[in-house]
């Protein structure tokens, strides 16, 4: 009695017998990228597969410190530093960059607004929530971020003068 396998294409190989398809590529896990394992962006990244570096890429850049992120990150650590790995440890870099950059423009945009509802002076405001002249105007510029404590204590300082500059409006109207 001969012993075959039950599907068609399954043929059984030796250990250590090379490959009856030389030149093909593992197959490319078809989930998006952030869903696969730490192994399958390993192997990704030991591949020459530009189109799955893509998209690792784009996982990185849609999240820079996500789960993929956090993997590539961590295939990295024991990566050779070139070719790819130097390519994606550089996307991690400038993507984290970019989205910190962002964020403290985006830090500005809130502080500014607070400054106009208060009504006051940027040396006054500056002066009111305790910070330096200069520290307040760094973070007006989106240089740095002030600590969230700090945040709170404009917001209170502001919602304090916008509700005091609010009762003059309506006593003299």
């Keep these: 009695m001969t012993v075959t396998p039950d599907v068609r294409g399954t043929s059984r190989r030796e250990p250590g017998s090379p490959d009856p398809t030389p030149g093909r590529r593992p197959p490319v896990d078809d989930r998006p990228v952030?869903?696969?394992?730490?192994?399958?962006?390993?192997?990704?990244?030991?591949?020459?597969?530009?189109?799955?570096?893509?998209?690792?890429?784009?996982?990185?850049k849609r999240d820079p410190f996500?789960?993929?992120?956090?993997?590539?990150e961590e295939v990295l650590q024991t990566a050779r530093p070139y070719g790819v790995s130097k390519a994606l440890a550089e996307v991690l870099h400038r993507t984290r960059e970019h989205?910190?950059?962002?964020?403290?423009?985006?830090v500005?945009?809130?502080?500014?607004?607070?400054?106009?509802?208060?009504g006051l002076g940027q040396q006054e405001f500056a002066s009111r929530i305790g910070v330096p002249n200069d520290d307040f105007a760094s973070y007006l510029r989106g240089e740095t971020s002030p600590s969230a404590s700090l945040m709170v204590r404009m917001r209170k300082?502001?919602?304090r003068f916008a509700k005091m500059r609010s009762t003059r409006r309506e006593g003299q109207a």
């Design 34 to 60: 952030e869903f696969w394992p730490t192994s399958a962006i390993r192997a990704a990244l030991e591949t020459d597969d530009l189109a799955v570096w893509q998209r690792i890429v784009a996982a990185i």
């Design 66 to 72: 996500g789960r993929t992120a956090r993997q590539v």
């Design 99 to 106: 989205l910190e950059a962002n964020e403290r423009a985006e």
């Design 108 to 118: 500005a945009r809130h502080i500014q607004t607070m400054l106009d509802r208060s």
């Design 157 to 159: 300082l502001c919602d």
